[in-house]
């Protein structure tokens, strides 16, 4: 447990170290209009809390930086909600004032106003579920138990998964199923595929298909995890000016990953409501091992349906990023409700 000064010695240390890149000392720290306290007694503090873990004292100085436990426990402890400014809304809701044909057009234009407001990297993982339509669906019975699921979308990605078989359910029945979604509802764009099974052939199900509520469960669950994933990029080369990123083998290690969308997408993707962060090691991946990660989901329908984030070095700003991530993905969640649901 911290005392009250040394959280407010350590406060000012990262925040005057995100502004200026610069191992802070003692004196600087005295200065600061919320500061009481002597040199003396800050530079105690500071060798407490460095022995505690929550600062590192570089060699060529007399002055100490943030170590990761000490970003950790700023994010987690005395970070406090920042309002945006009005440029930064607006620079926002510019995105979505505009009349794109394609959601994609969206994500891009999100991905470039996060980099341009943050000044870091922005990586925005855009699903095709929402441009992406129906072309064929199989569903192979394995055993009694079991299935696997086919679907083939109009830009020929193919998806498979084993789903599990409603006792007793009757496999003619599933073939019907099978035929009428195939006849009826090829071309349908993947994120109305649910809404369509219900209103539009909820009837004929039930109608000439034994079991068709559990039926309609079974499609539903298949449905529901066609979910594939983009990555658009914006700012790739703002890394380049954080004086952390000076290293060539290590900038060249960073734009080598972002070659590899699978990779990002695993890094990037989050399933978890909110605001995630994730600080050095925590990105259990070596060359983020001086980075940061801050992610938000956006949604449609209640479910997650995609990650904005951005990558930027530890020494980030954590306050003014949440708040712009944490908006910009609000307002997403909100047009993809608008102009999908039905």
Known sequence: MLTERQLLILKAIIDDYITHAEPVGSRSVSKREDMNYSPATIRNEMSDLEELGFLEKPHSSAGRIPSQKGYRYYVD??????????????????????????????????????SNLTSYTSIVLGPEIFESTLRQIQIIPLSNESAVAIIVTDTGHVENQTVALPEGLNIHD???????????????????????????????????????????????KTFLSQQHEKVFYGGKTNILAQPEFHNVERVKQLFNIFEEDALVTKLFRSDDQGITIKIGQENRFEPFDE????TATYSFDGKPMGTVGILGPTRMEYQRVIGILDYLSKDLSKLLTTRYQK
């Not at 979505?96 to 106003?113: G, M, P, T």
């Not at 980075?291 to 801050?294: A, H, R, T």
């Open 77 to 114: 402890h005395l970070l406090s909600p920042k309002k945006l400014s009005k440029k930064e809304i607006s620079g926002i809701q510019s995105v979505f004032r505009e009349r794109f044909s394609e959601l994609e057009q969206v994500i891009q234009q999100s991905a470039k106003i996060l």
């Open 174 to 220: 599933l073939e019907k199923v099978v035929n009428i979604i195939n006849e009826r509802l090829k071309g349908v764009p993947l994120v109305h595929l649910r809404h369509k099974l219900t209103t539009e052939l909820g009837n004929v199900f039930e109608k000439y298909i034994d079991q068709y509520d559990t039926m309609l469960s079974l499609l539903n």
């Open 291 to 294: 980075c940061s990660v801050i």
